[in-house]
């Protein structure tokens, strides 16, 4: 499927990567189809791509990435909107806060998007757990050789094309 991104052009897109939201995201309401874009010289973030809005890109990153103790707990009304049924159909992306310097790229783990993988519903969903922030340092460091890896990461990402 082709996709117009006012960011990237024409990008083609498996379809099973593109999802219809059983909820607006906040600030974005009628914005209801998104697709993940995969562009290469930019992994390991996407973008999550409004269909309806060529200027509406959201860069994401898949949640175990940032943080592999990362839980979704859903509640029963939001798995049940999303018509999840099993955790192996699920996909967690967080949004991610780019900024001019590494230190400074942050990542939104207290909301992250589900997306159900067999259903092609995506959802924002709110966690009620204090472990995640609206606003936590990519980079918050869990051993000095991740820590490094990320940062050589997002660096190429930030000066990708550049």
């Known amino acids: ?67 592999t103790d990362y839980e979704v707990q859903l509640s029963d009304s939001d798995a049940k909107v999303l018509r999840l049924e099993r955790a192996e159909d699920a996909c967690v992306f967080v949004i991610v806060v780019l900024a001019q310097q590494v230190e400074g790229v942050r990542v939104n783990l207290r909301a992250p998007i589900v997306c159900n993988l067999r259903e092609r519903l995506a959802m924002q969903v709110v966690l009620n757990d204090p472990r995640y922030s609206v606003r936590c340092a990519l980079l918050a460091p869990s051993s000095e050789e991740a820590t490094e890896e990320k940062a050589c990461s997002v660096q190429e990402v930030l000066h990708a094309g550049a």
């Open 1 to 67: 499927m082709k996709v117009i991104s006012a960011r990237f052009g024409p990008c083609e897109v498996d379809s099973r990567w593109v999802f219809r939201l059983a909820a607006p995201l906040p600030g974005f309401e009628g914005r209801k189809r998104f697709a993940v874009l995969e562009i290469p010289e930019y992994l390991p973030l996407r973008w999550f791509q409004s269909l309806e809005d060529t200027q509406l890109c959201l860069p994401v990153i898949d949640a175990p990435l940032v943080r």
